[in-house]
T-cell receptor, first 115, second 112 residues
Framework: DAGVIQSPRHEVTEMGQEVTLRCKPI?????LFWYRQTMMRGLELLIY????????DSGMPEDRFSAKMPNASFSTLKIQPSEPRDSAVYFC?????????????FGPGTRLLVL | GESVGLHLPTLSVQEGDNSIINCAYS??????FIWYKQESGKGPQFIID?????DKRQGQRVTVLLNKTVKHLSLQIAATQPGDSAVYFC???????????FGKGTRLSVIA
């Protein structure tokens, strides 16, 4: 199995631009999670999906952030407009159908820098 | 001004020695625990897990101990190697169908 795939691996953009991060979960995993990691705040859960449906988005910082999962093999996290304080590493993780609390497998992350 | 980041506990260990990384978890109802390793520039990687009906589980060079009485989890790494240098996170499943809750992490530095 290829594991969780994220793209791009690095993104540098200017303040005000739209940023789209992409994730392909492990095949057969029903749960998908988006995290943000910074030195200041550590690892934060932003949103998670079950069977393509958003279950809890209480961690999404503000309306500039949105996430979708149009099918079982693809999810996006979009920031519009981006701000310098959004600079972080964004991770996608997936877990199998046994439940949201089971082992999560992480992708390599997208390192975002907003200038 | 200077930014203030998370102050991660740091453990420095001589190569070849054993390492013990500790984690105090918060919820007495938690029934599943995982240790993750995060190397610089990579995502967290699963190392080993344990369910609450066990108090010890061993893997290759790693052992996880669970003490439910004092809500304490530890990860023991035998014969620590330079490649073990990373940040280690514990995670707990509070209960039911809710996502894992991650600790703040401990940085392990292996001195060659």
């Amino acid at each position: 199995d290829a594991g969780v795939i994220q793209s791009p691996r690095h993104e540098v953009t200017e303040m005000g631009q739209e940023v789209t991060l992409r994730c392909k979960p492990i095949s057969g995993h029903d749960y998908l999670f988006w995290y943000r990691q910074t030195m200041m705040r550590g690892l934060e859960l932003l949103i998670y999906f079950n069977n393509n449906v958003p279950i809890d988005d209480s961690g999404m910082p503000e309306d500039r952030f949105s996430a979708k999962m149009p099918n079982a093999s693809f999810s996006t996290l979009k920031i519009q407009p981006s701000e310098p304080r959004d600079s972080a590493v964004y991770f996608c993780a997936s877990s199998d159908p046994r439940g949201a609390g089971e082992t999560q497998y992480f992708g390599p992350g997208t390192r975002l820098l907003v200038l | 001004g200077e930014s203030v980041g998370l102050h991660l506990p740091t453990l420095s260990v001589q190569e070849g020695d054993n390492s013990i990384i500790n984690c105090a978890y918060s919820n007495s109802a938690s029934d599943y625990f995982i240790w993750y390793k995060q190397e610089s520039g990579k995502g967290p990687q699963f190392i080993i897990d344990i369910r609450s009906n066990m108090d010890k589980r061993q893997g290759q060079r790693v052992t996880v101990l669970l003490n439910k009485t004092v809500k304490h989890l530890s990860l023991q790494i035998a014969a620590t190697q330079p490649g073990d240098s990373a940040v280690y996170f514990c995670a707990e499943n509070y209960s039911g169908n809710t996502p894992l809750v991650f600790g703040k992490g401990t940085r392990l530095s292996v001195i060659a």
